[in-house]
């Protein structure tokens, strides 16, 4: 079992700055793809990045890309998005998530609970 606690979101201004970060339990951290999906209000909830075990290998949606940097720290069983220029159009609820494999395919087997990202135009 992973469970996996988010923390960084909140508000901030039209081509700001904000870093996420998702904190995942357990001792196999290392052997999950691991990512980032958002739900805005009224939408469904939409792919934004993933990162392989080693980190060396990351997949944007074409909306993020350029702007968003996903990373990770084995060590300290942490991801972290990284989004610059950011637009109100980003704005939604960001859930961490977790893939037990290397791939990050179909429905991730683990979630977080989510936090609110809103940037203002």
């Known amino acids: 079992q992973v469970q996996l606690v988010e923390s960084g979101g909140g508000l901030v201004q039209a081509g700001g700055s904000l870093r996420l970060s998702c904190a995942a339990s357990?001792?196999?951290?290392?052997?999950?793809?691991m990512g980032w999906f958002r739900q805005a209000p009224g939408k469904e909830r939409k792919f934004v990045a993933a990162?392989?075990?080693?980190?060396?290998?990351?997949h944007y949606a074409e909306s993020v890309k350029g702007r968003f940097t996903l990373s990770r720290d084995n060590a300290k069983n942490t991801v972290y998005l990284q989004m610059n220029s950011l637009k109100p159009e980003d704005t939604a609820v960001y859930y961490c998530?977790?893939?037990?494999?290397?791939?990050?395919?179909?429905?991730?087997?683990?979630w977080g609970q989510g936090t609110q990202v809103t940037v203002s135009s």
């Open positions: 357990g001792r196999t951290f290392s052997n999950y793809a």
């Open positions: 998530a977790a893939w037990r494999s290397n791939i990050w395919d179909g429905v991730p087997d683990y």
């Open positions: 990162i392989g075990w080693s980190g060396g290998s990351t």
